[in-house]
């Protein structure tokens, strides 16, 4: 059974910065392309980056560039989300998930997610 476990969530203060973690068990990690949305009160899932099976292709949100960056260690099994220069719109449950197949911005087609880890950005 495919778990996926984000962490590393928390509370910092405008321009901060966090790094969020996704450890993933029961699948072929390496086979799998990965991504990171996030879900603030009141507003619909978004997409905010995805990395490759390979690690070499990355896309974003234009919200993020910039400033988000994500890698991925595949003999951990483990994906990041680098936030730097964090804003109070980034506010937000994250989630990772991950997918068979290139990389994609829409939620539908990915089949496996995380329980997510809250992001709190004080302004």
Same mark, same amino acid.
């Given at each position: 059974?495919?778990?996926?476990? =984000?962490?590393? +969530? %928390?509370?910092?203060?405008? $321009?901060? /910065? ?7 068990? #029961? ?18 899932? =978004?997409?905010? +980056? %995805?990395?490759?099976?390979? $690690?070499? /292709? ?7 560039? #910039? ?57």
């Amino acid at each position: 059974q495919v778990q996926l476990v =984000e962490s590393g +969530g %928390g509370l910092v203060q405008a $321009g901060g /910065s966090l790094r969020l973690s996704c450890a993933a068990s #029961g699948l072929t990690f390496s086979a799998y392309t990965m991504a990171w949305f996030r879900q603030a009160p009141g507003k619909e899932r =978004e997409f905010v +980056g %995805g990395v490759s099976w390979k $690690g070499d /292709s990355t896309n974003f949100t234009n919200s993020v560039k #910039g400033r988000f960056t994500i890698s991925r260690d595949n003999a951990k099994n483990t994906v990041y989300l680098q936030m730097n220069s964090l804003k109070s719109e980034d506010t937000a449950v994250y989630y990772c998930a991950a997918r068979l197949g290139p990389l994609s911005t829409m939620g539908s087609g990915f089949r496996s997610w995380g329980q997510g880890t809250q992001v709190t950005v004080s302004s």
